[in-house]
């Protein structure tokens, strides 16, 4: 297949769209660079002793596999150096990481869950990386970044992304001009585009969540599930299908590519509980589905107009569908 290398992609996008400051394309090259490396331990599984836990907890409390930090420690060291960046967080560390001073700085600031889905690394299903980009606000230029600057609407994202680590090795990307994937060519270790713009499918009957969950769901969400379940008999007129790899990005790429809806919604008993992360996991994921002209809201309005009040902050998620998420977000705003 004759396709465009993401090099060549990004310097056209910066050429010809305009849109792309040349410190931002250098950025996405770099953590592009550094998924193709972690693809590369992924896929060595046992035989690079790089399965399983190491006992420690990260700073939300879940037990982190080998992955989870060695994912962390190549995207941290890929990136420090480059001079893009002012700064970088991650799901896996408590507070932010300043770019040391000894290296150049840069404006933007980096947020990134290195491996998503880690509970499926060692059964050898899909996992990823996600990744989004804020500018540092100007008014830290001269002084040190902090937590709040980092604490942006989603809107304000300048790129995100996620590299999936499956069949085959993808790049998923958007620079605010559409949603563009790339696949891993391993023998000559290029990113070659193989779709985009991606549009993601509309009124594909097929809905994601994990439904051992149930007891935790509002009325709303227990109602739309209901609803698709009886199907052709049901208020829908139409039967539906259900899938659920546990791993966010594998599921929302399959959402992108054939359509349909995932749901990981808040804890309606406990409304502050919610187990996706915003700013790691939410957030870019929204970006990619708006680009790709689906929709994504917390269950009551859009994703990405939440104002963050923490880094790890967790938040429900509907996206996907366009129509379907409508439905599920209106019967939420009738019961809340
Ligand atoms: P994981 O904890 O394995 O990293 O990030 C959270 C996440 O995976 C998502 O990727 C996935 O959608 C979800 O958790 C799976 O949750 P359940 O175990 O509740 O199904």
């Known amino acids: ?22 410190e931002l394309r250098l950025l996405i090259e770099t953590v592009a660079r550094a998924c193709k490396t972690i693809s590369y331990s992924v896929a060595k599984g046992a035989l690079g002793e790089v399965l399983g836990s190491l006992g420690s907890e990260n700073v939300q409390g879940e037990v982190q596999k080998k992955l989870d930090v060695i994912a962390n420690e190549l995207l941290l060291d890929a990136n420090e150096w ?7 967080a991650s799901e896996e560390m408590e507070t932010i990481h300043r770019i040391p001073n000894r290296y150049p700085k840069g404006e933007y600031l980096l947020l990134f869950d290195p491996i998503d889905g880690s509970s499926n690394i060692d059964v050898d299903l899909s996992v990823g990386t996600i990744f989004s980009v804020l500018k540092a606000p100007e008014e830290c230029s001269g002084r040190e970044v902090t937590e709040q600057d980092f604490l942006q609407s989603g809107r304000n994202q300048v790129a995100a992304g996620y590299a999936i680590y499956g069949p085959q090795t993808l790049l998923v990307l958007t620079i605010g001009t559409g949603v563009y994937e790339f696949t891993l060519d391993r023998e000559i270790g290029s990113w070659r585009m193989t779709d985009g713009p991606m549009q993601m499918p509309q009124g594909t009957c097929e809905f994601a969540i994990n439904m051992a ?8 969400v227990a ?3 209901d609803e698709r379940i009886e199907g052709a008999e049901g208020p829908c007129g139409k039967d539906y ?3 659920w790899t546990a791993s966010m990005v594998a599921d929302v790429h399959r959402i992108l590519k054939r359509g349909g809806i995932f749901m990981y919604p808040a804890d309606a008993r406990h409304p502050d509980k919610a187990r996706l992360r915003l700013m ?3 957030n870019p ?16 309005g859009p994703i990405m107009d939440v104002q963050p009040n923490g880094l790890h902050q967790r938040v429900g998620v509907v996206l996907g569908d366009r129509a379907e998420v409508e439905i599920v977000t209106e019967y939420g705003r009738e019961t809340a």
């Open 1 to 22: 297949m004759q396709s465009i290398t993401l090099t060549r992609f990004l310097i056209e996008q910066q050429r010809e769209a305009n849109a792309l400051p040349s």
């Open 241 to 243: 299908n259900m899938r």
């Open 285 to 300: 994921m929204s970006f990619l589905i708006e680009q790709a002209g689906g929709a994504a809201t917390n269950g009551f």
């Open 82 to 88: 480059g001079g893009h960046l002012a700064a970088m």
């Open 280 to 282: 790691y996991e939410a």
């Open 213 to 220: 969950r149930r007891k935790q769901w509002s009325t709303g």
């Open 223 to 225: 109602r739309y599930i």
